[in-house]
């Protein structure tokens, strides 16, 4: 029974079930998240108008470890050719336990 077995016998089941449980409490998919929210501290009521322009600028990230690139707000203005910010929203993708993660960030302005 898995209840008389040495702690040592038991232990890689006890991290797998742990593992498990803290990835599927995390709140983001398992195997997928695609998250657009608007970044709260840069948010400004526009009309429709001010969205003339649309700048992107993204950094991605493998295996936990390695992050490349520029998501910076002033990366996606150069992108855009923006030079008066309206407003920012942000994407996030993320693969199978966040092995492949991609964060982008959009600005929107004249």
Not at 52 to 73: E, F, I, Q, R
Request: proline letters at 3%; charged letters at 15%.
């Amino acid at each position: 029974m898995f209840f008389m077995k040495s702690y040592m016998e038991r232990l890689p089941v006890v991290w797998v079930l742990f593992l498990v449980l803290s990835f599927s409490l995390a709140g983001c998919g398992v195997l997928y998240t695609d998250i657009k929210t608007p970044l709260p501290q840069l948010s400004v009521n526009a009309d429709s108008q001010s969205r003339a322009h649309t700048g992107k600028a993204s950094c991605t990230s493998y295996v936990w470890v390695v992050t490349l690139g520029d998501c910076s707000v002033q990366s996606a203005m150069q992108n855009g050719g923006i030079s008066k910010v309206h407003h920012v929203d942000s994407e996030f993708q993320s693969y199978f336990f966040g092995i492949y993660g991609k964060f982008t960030t959009v600005v929107y302005g004249e």
